[in-house]
């Protein structure tokens, strides 16, 4: 059985159950990276986030984010889905591999948390953001510095993936003063 990787591929898992006509599923699995898991105590934060989605659909979304058993796992078999990769591992370890998020400000802490969170708990890579941004919100710092050559030597010692999350250019260019 051949397996494809999905980058990225939001909300695959809660996606509706019902696959393609020309859809075989024996002929191929899906790898799917950046899938979502909400943490129960974080659901009261939610309904407070800005969202395209109509207020039932965000509901639902996020209902459905917290579990990580049974109902995801059926419509992982639905969509032909065999592994995802996202921070919520324990539950079933032969359907969900886990990226550590890292703290990317302190980059000797981002290397040795790797290296934990690889050697130790049996992470698969890191998720980051594309850049950091300075406390005073007016600098954005890249991963290219001298500073950071000892967590990328972690990350080629380790020989694990780190995944560059999609970011926004500038957040001027998403909210106007004062929004923020």
């Known amino acids: 059985m051949r397996s ?7 909300f695959t898992a809660l996606a509706a159950s019902t696959p ?3 859809h075989k599923p024996e002929s191929i699995s ?3 990276l950046e899938e979502h898991w909400a943490s129960p105590p974080l659901y009261s934060y939610f309904p407070t986030v800005r969202s395209p989605l109509p207020p039932p659909v965000l509901s639902a979304t996020l209902v459905s984010l917290q579990e ?3 109902v995801r796992l059926a419509s992982m078999k639905n969509n032909s889905i065999s592994l995802q990769l996202f921070s919520r591992i324990k539950p079933c370890p032969a359907n969900f591999r886990g990226f550590c998020v890292l703290p990317m400000a302190l980059p000797a802490e981002a290397a040795s948390q790797l290296k934990t969170c690889v050697q130790e ?5 890191a998720l980051i953001d594309a ?3 300075q406390p005073s919100g007016d600098k954005y710092q890249f991963y290219e510095g001298r500073e950071y050559d000892e967590f990328w030597l972690t ?9 560059l999350h999609p970011s926004l250019p500038s957040l001027d260019e998403v909210f106007t003063p004062g929004e923020l």
Request: hydrophobic share 40%.
């Open 30 to 32: 899906y790898i799917t």
């Open 155 to 163: 990350v080629q010692e380790l020989d694990v993936p780190v995944y």
């Open 68 to 70: 990580v058993g049974p």
């Open 4 to 10: 494809h990787w999905v980058f990225p591929l939001y």
């Open 20 to 22: 393609k006509p020309d």
């Open 121 to 125: 708990y049996g992470f698969v890579g």
């Open 131 to 133: 850049y950091v941004v």
